[in-house]
Nanobody, 121 residues
Framework: QVQLVESGGGSVQAGGSLRLSCAAS????????MGWYRQAPGKQRELVAT???????NYADSAKGRFSISRDNAKNTVYLEMNSLKPEDTDIYLC???????????????WGQGTQVTVSS
């Protein structure tokens, strides 16, 4: 089992910035890709950004130019730097990791509990 713990959410005014962090912990695992998704109550989960172990990134159109995803492989941690925030960025942001589990064998998909981001106008 792998646990993902997110931090860094909060409330900011439009134009402000937030930095989200997500740290993975567990036994005998290797993280492939990590990423951030967003979800509003009753709505589908949406991609925000992903990053592979080698550092290749992918962003939703709404995040391009404003958000930056990065990771520290030594710390099993992924970050999301969010700048020029808009009220429409308000949502619950969830961390995701695709992990190779050496104990069970194979890739598994893990999710964090989510962190609230609220942007006021």
């Amino acid at each position: 089992q792998v646990q993902l713990v997110e931090s860094g959410g909060g409330s900011v005014q439009a134009g402000g910035s937030l930095r989200l962090s997500c740290a993975a912990s567990g036994r005998r695992f290797a993280i492939n890709s990590m990423g951030w998704y967003r979800q509003a109550p009753g709505k589908q989960r949406e991609l925000v950004a992903t990053i592979t172990r080698s550092g290749s990134t992918n962003y939703a159109d709404s995040a391009k130019g404003r958000f930056s995803i990065s990771r520290d492989n030594a710390k099993n941690t992924v970050y999301l730097e969010m700048n020029s925030l808009k009220p429409e960025d308000t949502d619950i942001y969830l961390c995701n990791a695709v992990v190779f589990d050496f104990l069970r064998g194979g890739d598994y998909n893990y999710w964090g509990q989510g962190t609230q981001v609220t942007v006021s106008s």
